[in-house]
């Protein structure tokens, strides 16, 4: 019989747990609040703009998301006032900002996103035309 595979130690499960929930709320607050859907599409262009361009670094990437993410607590805190703010830390706030640019680099290079921000048309500078969603 092996031993099972350690598990990673996230300090009272029942108080992770409760985090987690919480970002997960949040993250679906924000994708569906039209102001931040639209910032989103912006991020993404990025993104795209920076893999085309060979000057996407993964380091950076949590910063970028960070701003998103920031504005998408105010907001969610504003409509939700009575969630408690003080659970949101500036590690778990990083460390949810790493998850999601993990997860937006992945849906952009899969192509997730294709058909949503560049119509397949060139301009007269020769870049492609983003559409907005």
Do not use: C
């Not at 092996?2 to 409760?18: F, I, K, V």
């Not at 993964?58 to 993410?69: I, K, M, N, Y």
């Not at 009575?82 to 998850?99: I, K």
């Not at 996103?113 to 397949?120: L, R």
């Amino acid at each position: 019989m092996t031993p099972a595979a350690a598990q990673p130690d996230h300090g009272d499960l029942r108080h992770y747990d409760a985090k987690r929930r919480l970002a997960l709320n949040l993250m679906r607050f924000m994708e569906h609040e039209r102001y931040l859907v639209r910032r989103k599409q912006a991020f993404v262009a990025h993104v795209e703009r920076k893999l085309r361009n060979n000057r996407y670094h993964a380091g950076e990437a949590p910063q970028l998301w960070s701003h998103w993410l920031r504005e998408g607590l105010k907001r969610y805190l504003r409509a939700h006032p009575r969630v408690d703010g003080s659970l949101f830390t500036r590690a778990f706030l990083h460390e949810l900002a790493e998850e999601i640019a993990e997860r937006e680099h992945i849906r952009v290079l899969r192509g997730d996103y294709v058909d949503m921000t560049v119509d397949g048309t060139i301009d007269a500078s020769g870049r492609m035309r983003v559409s907005r969603w």
